[in-house]
């Protein structure tokens, strides 16, 4: 399983603050689609999502506010990944995650506190002709 991150540009220009910036170019150029919606899925502590996978719509992962576990399946060979997705500038952890297409994928909020995951998609979410369930072991 190729799984593959794009980088997120951190800004520190000020002392009180930052900025960070996600190239929708370069995240559609390696989903190799448009980039048609932008969710924010925002889950309590301990709470996963997911469970599933597309046959057509990809996605990409970006930890808003929090850090998250992402686990990944290849349903045909059984492969799996897991990742760790921390939304804090500077973390070796802070990119975005490129989920492909047939690829099954849960993800798991490890903060001690409501955290937000972005997901950059090629198409809307929770359509029933593309939300096939998938059941991940979260271990």
């Given at each position: 399983?190729?799984?593959q991150?794009?980088?997120?540009?951190?800004?520190?220009?000020?002392?009180?603050r930052?900025?960070?910036?996600?190239?929708?170019?370069?995240?559609?150029?390696?989903?190799?689609?448009?980039?048609?919606?932008?969710?924010?899925?925002?889950?309590?502590?301990?709470?996963v999502?997911?469970?599933?996978?597309?046959?057509?719509?990809?996605?990409?992962?970006?930890?808003a506010?929090?850090?998250?576990?992402?686990?990944?399946?290849?349903?045909?060979?059984k492969?799996?990944?897991?990742?760790?997705l921390?939304?804090?500038?500077?973390?070796?952890?802070?990119?975005?995650?490129?989920?492909?297409?047939?690829?099954?994928?849960?993800?798991r909020?490890?903060s001690?506190?409501?955290?937000?995951?972005?997901?950059?998609?090629?198409?809307?979410?929770?359509?029933?002709?593309?939300?096939?369930?998938?059941?991940?072991?979260?271990?």
């Amino acid at each position: 399983m190729d799984i593959q991150t794009v980088k997120i540009v951190v800004n520190r220009k000020h002392n009180d603050r930052y900025l960070t910036t996600v190239s929708l170019t370069e995240i559609a150029a390696v989903l190799q689609e448009p980039l048609t919606v932008l969710y924010t899925n925002v889950m309590e502590p301990g709470a996963v999502a997911g469970h599933h996978l597309h046959h057509h719509k990809r996605e990409a992962f970006q930890a808003a506010f929090g850090m998250f576990e992402v686990f990944l399946e290849d349903p045909v060979t059984k492969e799996r990944q897991i990742f760790l997705l921390d939304a804090t500038p500077g973390s070796p952890r802070h990119h975005c995650l490129i989920v492909p297409a047939g690829i099954a994928h849960a993800v798991r909020n490890l903060s001690l506190h409501t955290a937000g995951l972005n997901v950059f998609a090629t198409d809307e979410p929770r359509k029933p002709e593309d939300d096939f369930p998938y059941r991940i072991a979260l271990d």
